[in-house]
């Protein structure tokens, strides 16, 4: 049995209370530690922003169904295109391709 003497910390006669009373392994270590906090919290899908620049816009041409990066007329048509929505150049071929394509891509392969 612990004696608290004269200026002997008291802290110590706590600790000793306290894991007579609460047994086992640390709580975090019980939960899983830190795999289990991200598993739980998984990290937010980043979202496009409220309106992208024009230079960010894909529109198709409907005569010659040419895509176009940031340009509203078609440069051989002479006529405006239809907005098909934000997107970006692809890294493979430079051809300009929506965002909208490629979630359609996804969904329909999975």
């Known amino acids: ?24 392994r ?3 270590t019980r939960e899983g530690g830190q795999a289990a906090w991200r598993r739980r919290h998984p990290t ?3 979202t496009l922003p409220a309106r992208p620049p024009r230079t960010a ?16 007329r078609c440069p051989d048509c002479q006529v405006f295109c239809r907005r098909v929505g934000p997107g970006g150049p692809c890294p ?11 979630l359609d891509l996804n969904a329909g392969g999975a």
């Open 57 to 72: 816009i894909v529109y198709e041409c409907p005569n010659c169904e040419a895509r176009l990066l940031g340009e509203q």
């Open 26 to 28: 640390p709580r975090a």
């Open 92 to 102: 493979h071929c430079d051809e300009p391709v929506a965002v909208a394509d490629l």
């Open 44 to 46: 937010p899908v980043p």
């Open 1 to 24: 049995m612990l004696v608290l003497y004269a200026g002997y910390p008291v802290a110590l006669e706590t600790l000793r209370v306290a894991n007579q009373a609460w047994p086992g």
